[in-house]
């Protein structure tokens, strides 16, 4: 090879080296901001911290005394092995480990350090084969046409198209196809050769291996399904549990179903569970069934005088997720580690078959009734299961779906419960994210109708309140089958009314 | 929806495991009956035991009739009572399996409401709590745990599957006519009442009109009657045979006109709570009602035990057998017996005085096989049901054990596929069953469903297959009202008969009924009328 073409491949490397540096950087920055929200602090820690990585770097390439160009394909690996599996590494680890932070800016010191050494080397390297003037004004002028190629790539076609993990095995396929590139162009030679060659190989399939296997993190159909970028993706025994987070709106997903954006889920939350306990003033042991996320345990902890929480939601893997996730223990205040808070992961029909307890405010969240297994949730069998368990003069409250979409289906959980001896109050607010909502609060004696909100609501006031019972007559009782085992008329209507909007 | 997206929900928790490791190899083994001791009883040979112990009452056999004997007698009280079964566990026809996950059964799986005749079932219902009381109207209420949890059956036709058993993909108008004609005729039989004032089918069958036209229809084959009344199209006869087989274990054209209709019009239950077509039924199937009535008896039961001889001596019974785990003989001296068996087996136990005992009886052998899945089968059209039926399939599907569970599924199930050896008569069928290797029958099974759920073998952990020889008595032509079925249903001196083969019609309500028919005549109380 003549060395105007190894010029030229060396200068390309330099293009390739600072695209790959700028999109590990914009990786971890929006990772960063996706995991631990405020998207400004994220991008601006992130960056800086990787700048100056990037000057230690430079500041350490003034101890090598020779061998540049080994030491240079040497980086190459190590940028394409860390760099590769960054984003992959930081999603696992997120929910694995509890001091994230010190992880997030360890990772990216060290890749903005190695970064950060690689241009100093090349210099040196190229310093034999040009002038100095050019050899500044084209090495720059390629790192910054990378760095502008990083930046239009990133949001226009890697984060749409790829999603984070892949992007960042691509990229580190391309710095180990640098190194092996170089290795050749600088005619290393000697035994270590033949062994950086295989080294370098290996590594481009391990990466390779990360880039294929990255659809069991989030499938390519899944990422077209939400809107918003997924943050976190599990499938526990029971669902698949995702988050997404969006400019400011943290949703989370169960298989597939909206359960709550961050924006208005105090909408839904107050609702379930104001308008029934705040009729209590006496109650001091509530039961949560289902809603693991926390949210209506935080509402209920408003109540000062309540004294135990009992939460039974099925998936470890829930309310782990809303235990440890700094993310989403903002969003519920910490609820579920509260003292006055047990969590017990059980099948709420099993687990009421056994209960010995009993609680003055119960607080019934389980996912919409799309499908005969969740069907069973709402029937005469699982109320009937349900009387024991409610302290006299205790209520219970049931999400019940839209009452403007799926009408049948809201009054027949209606019909259902007054089938199985209760008396009942519905009532429906508007949770924009998710349409008209409806609830029904359930007692076996006739509730007292004053009530006394707590304190540092955002949306339920004693003017308010009154409206939610009122139903326009566009979702108005209708008459519907009761609820049964044996009939599953639950699901039917279900299906039915929103097949309509589908 | 809480939320609005879910379209795509399957799709996805589905494509997100697209690339799946292969499939662990499928395990399992052909199970009981006791072919061993089964063998050495028939042969004879078996040692005679020494002494006798005296006792009150020995039943025979712990199937459903056995129990409802060995049950009524000891909530009678005062008895000393003896219960002898072959088998390592009671149950007969009506045994269950249990895995890590559910219990499943290995035979009987379901009971219909039963209606006013099944005085006996009814109250057994109330006893148990499957009945927990009655509306203003007087019908019962049914505990909704056990009625069978909607949705109940599906049939996989024409690439996809569709609710209910009675075909409606891809029927004409005519043939749909033509069901519905057949529907509104059974119907009315329903309804019917002889002469007599009796219902012209009815459960127990000997509580059926003694109206002469109707038991005629015992003399021919139904698929004449099917025939002469101009029921021919193919979605009908298929459904038609498909009930015959499920119930009698051969098609229209080898049961009695009488017995095809009773299946349909003997239907005669109700509920407050749910539809008169409605069933009750358990993860274990009947299995359940089998523990509930272990639990109701105080006697001695050996198990493992096989009864060899019942003979008549000095105004008592002896009754001899051989103990399989001791290795030894043991006999009793006893003032009454129940033979709990079936007819060719009671035939053997009396010796001469059975001779000719089941004449004319006939067995066709069934195949069961209960499959370990790590998640329930779905498919297009309609997701899993209880009971799961392929159109013209050579099985009768299969039922979900963990349809019943009210626990949120947790993906692994039993599936219980039922297929009655009709292709061959049914002594061809039972050589050439008993002889299968456990790779032939699991091919066998996974074959047939395969149509249905091309992923069945990559499903499947474990396949147990079990062959009923003598499964359940088929009421042939003649059988029920022209043989000498009532002779043999009377007592021998003190030796009493109990067991679905006397009713010629293979079902739950007549084992227990005949059970506890058999205890009140020990006991001095009425008889079934005949
Ligand atoms: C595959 C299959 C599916 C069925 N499905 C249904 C259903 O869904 N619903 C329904 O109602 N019915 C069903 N049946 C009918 C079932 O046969 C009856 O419901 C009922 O279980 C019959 O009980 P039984 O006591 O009359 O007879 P068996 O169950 O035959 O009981 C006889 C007992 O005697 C024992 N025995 C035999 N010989 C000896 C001996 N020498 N010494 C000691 N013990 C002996 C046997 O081991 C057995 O336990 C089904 C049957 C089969 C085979």
Redesign the pocket.
């Known amino acids: 090879m003549n060395d105007r073409a190894t010029r030229l491949l060396l200068l390309a490397s330099v293009f390739v080296i600072a695209t790959c540096g700028l999109i590990y950087e914009l990786i971890a920055g929006t990772l960063a901001s996706y995991l631990l929200g405020d998207s400004v602090l994220q991008f601006s820690t992130v960056i800086g911290v990787y700048l100056f990585a990037m000057g230690v770097g430079s500041w350490l390439s003034g101890f090598v005394e020779r061998g540049e160009s080994r030491l240079f394909v040497q980086v190459q690996f190590l940028i394409g092995l860390i760099g590769g599996f960054s984003a992959a590494a930081l999603f696992v680890l997120f929910t694995q480990v509890n001091a994230f932070r010190p992880v997030l800016y360890g990772l990216i010191f060290l890749i903005g350090t190695l970064v950060g050494l690689e241009i100093p080397l090349l210099l040196r390297i190229l310093k034999d084969r040009l002038e100095f003037k050019d050899l500044v004004a084209r090495v720059f002028t390629f790192d910054y046409i990378g760095a502008l190629l990083a930046s239009l790539l990133f949001p226009l076609v890697l984060v749409p198209h790829l999603g984070l993990v892949r992007s960042s095995f691509l990229f580190g396929m391309l710095n180990v196809a640098v190194g092996l590139l170089s290795a050749r162009v600088l005619r290393l030679s000697g035994p270590w050769a033949r062994a950086t060659s295989v080294l370098g190989c290996g590594l481009f399939v391990l990466l390779f291996g990360g880039f294929l296997a990255a659809d069991r993190f989030t499938s390519w159909s899944e990422r077209n399904t939400y809107t918003d970028p997924i943050i976190h993706a599990v499938s526990s025994p029971y669902q698949r549990i995702v988050l997404t987070q969006g400019a400011g709106d943290l949703r989370l997903h169960l298989n597939g179903n909206l359960q709550f954006s961050s924006r208005d889920e105090y909408r839904y939350h107050e609702s379930l569970v104001h308008p029934g306990l705040a009729r209590l003033p006496m109650a001091k042991r509530v039961l949560v069934l289902g809603g693991g996320d926390g949210l209506a345990v935080r509402e209920v902890l408003k109540h000062p005088g309540v004294e135990q929480v009992l939460l039974v939601d099925l998936d470890p893997a829930m309310t782990r997720l809303f235990t440890q996730l700094p993310l989403l223990t903002q969003l519920n205040l910490d609820a579920l580690a509260s003292d006055k808070v047990r969590v017990v992961n059980a099948d709420a029909f099993t687990w009421l078959a056994e209960a010995k307890e009993t609680f003055d405010f119960v607080v019934v969240d389980f996912p919409d009734p799309s499908n005969f297994s969740l069907g069973k949730l709402y029937s005469t069998a699982f109320y009937r299961r349900l009387r024991p368990v409610i302290a006299p003069g205790g209520a219970v409250v049931v999400q019940c779906t839209s009452p403007l979409v799926a009408r049948r289906a809201f009054w027949c959980i209606d019909a259902t419960l007054r089938d199985t001896g209760f008396q009942t109050r519905p009532y429906h607010v508007y949770v924009p994210s998710f349409g008209e909502w409806g609830f029904i609060l359930a007692s076996l004696e006739s509730l007292p109708t004053d009530l006394s909100l707590p304190e540092g609501l955002r949306f339920l006031s004693a003017s308010t309140l009154r409206g939610l019972f009122e139903f326009p007559p566009d979702m108005d009782r209708v008459d519907v089958d009761v609820n049964r085992l044996n009939n599953q008329a639950l699901v039917r209507y279900f299906e039915e009314d929103w097949g309509k909007v589908r | 929806m809480k939320g609005s997206v879910a379209a795509a929900a399957v799709g996805v928790a589905g494509s997100w495991t697209g690339c799946r490791p292969a499939p662990p190899s499928i395990q399992g083994t052909i199970v009981g009956?006791?072919r061993e001791l089964?063998h050495r009883?028939r042969d004879g040979g078996l040692p005679a035991p020494e002494r006798f112990e005296q006792v009150d009452v020995v039943v025979?056999?712990?199937?459903?009739?056995?129990?409802?004997a060995a049950r009524t007698l000891s909530r009678a009280g005062g008895l000393k009572l003896v219960q002898?079964?072959?088998?390592s566990e009671?149950?007969?026809?009506?045994?269950w399996g249990q895995t890590a996950t559910t219990a499943y059964?290995?035979?009987?799986?379901?009971?219909?409401l039963p209606g006013r005749e099944a005085v006996e079932v009814v109250r057994l219902f109330e006893e148990l709590g499957v009945i927990t009381g009655h509306d203003v109207a007087g019908r019962p209420v049914y505990r909704e745990e056990f009625l069978c949890h909607d949705p109940e059956e599906r049939l996989f036709l024409h690439g996809r599957w569709q609710e209910g058993l009675i075909p409606h993909l891809g029927v004409s108008s005519a043939e749909r006519a033509e069901i519905d004609r057949f529907l509104a005729r059974m119907q009315s039989l329903r309804e019917a009442e002889g002469s007599d004032g009796r219902p012209l089918f009815a459960i127990p069958v000997d509580r059926s009109s003694t109206d002469a036209t109707c038991r005629a229809l015992d003399l021919e084959p139904f698929s004449a009657w099917l025939d002469r009344e101009g029921f021919r199209t193919r979605p009908l006869r298929w459904y038609v045979d498909y009930c015959c087989r499920?119930?009698f274990?051969l098609t229209a054209a080898g049961v009695s006109a009488f017995a095809g209709l009773h299946y349909f019009a003997a239907r005669g239950g109700e509920a407050a709570n749910a539809d008169a077509s409605a069933v009750v039924t358990w993860p274990a199937?009947?299995g359940w009602l089998?523990q509930r009535l272990r639990e109701g008896i105080t006697g001695e039961l050996h198990r493992g035990?096989?009864?060899?001889s019942v003979a008549a001596h000095e105004g008592r019974v002896r009754v001899s057998?051989f103990d399989a785990d001791s290795g030894s003989a043991v006999g009793w001296d006893a003032a009454q017996v129940v033979l709990?068996?079936?007819m060719f087996?009671a035939a053997?136990?009396l010796g001469a005085p059975g001779a000719g005992r089941g004449t004319g009886a006939v067995y066709p052998p069934?195949l069961?096989a209960n499959l370990t899945v790590d998640q329930i089968p779905d498919g297009r059209g309609m997701g899993p049901a209880w009971d799961n039926v392929l159109f013209e399939g050579r099985g009768l599907g299969y039922v979900v054990a963990t349809h019943q569970q009210l626990r949120a599924v947790t993906g692994e199930s039993v599936l219980t596929y039922?297929l009655?050896l009709d292709h061959l008569s049914p002594a061809d069928a039972r050589r050439e069953a008993v002889a299968w290797t456990w790779d032939q029958a699991r091919d066998l099974v996974l074959h047939d469903l395969a149509r249905a759920h091309p992923d069945i073998a990559a499903r499947t952990r474990r396949l147990d297959i079990k062959i009923?020889g003598?499964?359940?008595i088929c009421p042939v032509p003649g059988f029920l009202w022209h043989g000498d079925r009532h002779r043999w249903s009377k007592p021998l001196g003190n030796i009493h008969f109990?067991?679905?083969?006397l009713s010629g019609i293979?079902?739950?309500?007549?084992?227990?009924t005949?059970?506890v028919t058999a205890a009140h005549a020990i006991l001095g109380r009425g008889t079934l009328s005949a």
């Open positions: 009956p006791n089964g009883l025979v056999g712990g199937g459903v009739a056995g129990l409802a002898v079964e072959l088998e009671v149950g007969g026809n009506s045994g059964p290995w035979g009987a799986h379901y009971v219909p499920d119930d274990g199937g009947n089998v035990c096989a009864v060899h057998a709990a068996v079936p087996v053997r136990l069934w069961v039922y009655p009923w003598h499964g359940m109990a067991h679905s083969d293979s079902l739950f309500e007549e084992a227990y005949r059970g």
